[in-house]
């Protein structure tokens, strides 16, 4: 079992930064893929960025060159670093802890969100 609380979100301006932070509890963080998804009111959850045991890394095309996902493994946490910020970053934030990919349905664990808005 992986227990997952996010943290970081909040609010911002247009072009702002933000770090939003992960941290697991077990054991077996390392073994597992980490993801960010979001979602954003009226609209489905979409895949953000994931970071795999060995660290490689995936991003949606929405967010290459804005946003950086990493992890530190002895801390059990996972970071996503985002700058140049937009208003349609606007969004619930979610990690999530499962296999390397893309989709929701790939993934095992979810915390339970962090607010992140962007005023124009």
């Known amino acids: 079992q992986v227990q997952l609380v996010e943290s970081g979100g909040g609010l911002v301006q247009a072009g702002d930064s933000l770090r939003l932070s992960c941290t697991a509890s077990?054991?077996?963080?390392?073994?597992?893929?980490m993801g960010w998804f979001r979602q954003a009111p009226g609209k489905e959850r979409e895949f953000v960025a994931a970071i795999s045991w060995s660290g490689s890394l995936r991003y949606a095309d929405s967010v290459k060159g804005r946003f950086t996902i990493s992890r530190d493994n002895a801390k059990n946490t996972v970071y996503l670093q985002m700058i140049s910020l937009k208003p349609e970053d606007t969004a619930v934030y979610y990690c999530a802890a499962g296999r390397y990919g893309n989709r929701s349905d790939e993934y095992k664990y979810w915390g339970q969100g962090t607010q992140v808005t962007v005023s124009s």
């Open positions: 077990g054991r077996t963080f390392s073994r597992y893929t």
